[in-house]
């Protein structure tokens, strides 16, 4: 079977990302060395760039010069970065690997790991803002800044918290994942939609539908992976979510329901797609490789 060709260019998108990076965080003033290393070393060298791809896939199916989602793509790999360094505290999940190597505050120092997370989400938000005064960079950073906030990753992650020990529902549960990883997912996937003002309602509604979709599938299949995968597979340890009680979703609704949740909501994505019309390869695949993936 022939790879589409969105399969191609992916890591021709990865490497451009890399670079667009790799410039800003290389070029950070020589005060505060300490802290300029810890933020290269969280979002340098490491990770798959989903969520920037996921970005310049939306824009191929608007018609989007990967040039005009340069800053969006790294703005969101920032903040997934930032959000991963403060995950990995001792007050959140207390964790000592990520991507196979010690976390940041495991690497450097707790201290410098939660200025390094601050740093990145500001730079996140230096770097999207930077456009020519139009209205597109604005609505980008308030589609961005929600996904970030207490609708989003930190009331997610503050629920996440909330449940440790707890066997809450499956509403719930999923109410959780939309959060702490669906809304940056979800933001990823409609801040190209920004530029394209004119977008007709139902196909901004329907690619919010796929990411809501995609969103919610990808961090059941993180559960899985807890419990299936193993630790030089994933690059975490795989004992995280049991060891703190966590609300699992497999854990607590068993690891088949969490596999007939997956196709549900890929179903879901994939019927999203069709209604939102022509150019959706690159989504499609993404969603695949997302919902399937072993690490």
């Known amino acids: 079977m022939t790879e589409p060709a969105f399969a191609a260019r992916a890591d021709e998108l990865i490497a451009r990302v890399e670079r667009v990076l790799a410039e800003r965080l290389q070029s950070l003033p020589a005060t505060g060395s300490k802290l300029a290393e810890a933020m290269r070393y969280a979002a340098l060298d490491g990770g798959k ?69 601050d740093a990145l989400q500001a730079l996140a938000f230096e770097m999207l803002s930077e456009g020519d005064g139009a209205e597109a960079p604005h609505s980008m950073t308030a589609i961005l800044a929600r996904a970030c906030g207490v609708i989003g990753m930190a009331g997610g992650q503050a629920l996440d918290l909330k449940f440790e020990g707890e066997r809450p529902d499956q509403a719930a549960v999923e109410d959780m994942f939309r959060r702490k990883t669906g809304a940056l997912i979800r933001a990823a996937v409609m801040m190209p939609t920004a530029l394209r003002p004119e977008l007709a309602p139902a196909r901004r509604e329907a690619l919010a539908r796929f990411a809501d979709a995609v969103g919610l599938a990808f961090q059941i299949r993180d559960d899985l992976l807890e419990i299936e995968g193993d630790t030089d597979s994933i690059g975490k340890s795989c004992d995280s979510d049991s060891s703190r009680q966590k609300a699992s979703w497999p854990i607590l609704f068993g690891v088949d329901a969490a596999r007939a949740r997956i196709d549900e909501l890929a179903a879901e994505a994939a019927e999203a797609l069709t209604q939102f019309g022509e150019n959706t390869e690159g989504l499609s695949w993404l969603a695949e490789r997302l919902l399937n993936r072993r690490s």
Do not use: K, W
């Not at 969101?76 to 976390?103: F, K, Q």
């Open 49 to 117: 760039r989903l969520r920037p791809l996921l970005v310049y896939a939306t824009g191929e199916a608007l018609d989007l010069a990967p040039a005009a989602l340069d800053a969006p793509s790294a703005a969101v790999e920032l903040i997934h970065c930032y959000s991963l360094v403060h995950d990995d505290l001792p007050a959140m999940d207390n964790d000592a690997l990520r991507r196979g190597r010690p976390t940041v505050h495991v690497a450097f120092d707790e201290a410098t790991a939660i200025l390094a997370g």
